[in-house]
């Protein structure tokens, strides 16, 4: 497996789709799917390849002068639990360090809500994210927004 940066507006959208159109579990509302897809054009795009080619892909965006937010991820269920993602954001993390980023954020579905979003919020938390803030109506009541951060100094 080989963690590539893709800077082709076309080719980000691409994988983008193919990966979260995989993911309903995650990714079942189409509008914000489609969000993350038009996103992606234009965010700092990581895909990870096998021999059979995408596999995963992670996006950083600029939130502010010193943050960057982990701004969606996806990887293939039969990949889950194997490196892939821990790789992603390793990637993600020396690149926002070298681009002179202080801090990462993620956003993601509180912790205790939804089991699939609990594995996510367990992994983001191994990963070295930390708990912020959570936002209970930011997205809606049924999805109260987690919001982790990290240093990257």
């Known amino acids: 497996m ?13 994988i983008a789709r193919e990966i979260l159109e995989a993911l309903t579990d995650w990714f079942g ?8 897809i038009s996103g992606s054009a234009g965010w700092t795009f990581f895909a990870a390849k096998g021999t059979e080619g995408p596999i995963g892909f992670l996006c950083l965006k600029e939130t502010g002068k010193s ?12 990949h889950h639990r ?23 954020q993620v956003k993601t579905v509180k912790m205790g809500i939804y089991e699939d ?5 367990l992994f983001y938390i191994s990963c070295g994210f930390k708990e912020l803030e959570v ?19």
């Open 135 to 153: 936002f209970p109506l930011l997205w809606d009541e049924a999805n109260p927004c987690q919001i982790y951060v990290m240093s990257l100094k």
């Open 29 to 36: 509302i189409e509008e914000s799917r489609e969000e993350y």
């Open 117 to 121: 979003y609990d594995r996510t919020n």
């Open 67 to 78: 943050t960057v937010e982990l701004a969606v991820m996806g990887v293939l269920m039969e």
């Open 82 to 104: 194997s490196g892939v993602g821990r790789r992603l954001v390793e990637k993600a993390i020396e690149t926002a360090r070298l681009q002179g980023y202080e801090f990462m």
């Open 2 to 14: 080989l963690i590539v940066e893709i800077t082709d507006s076309n080719e980000k959208q691409a």
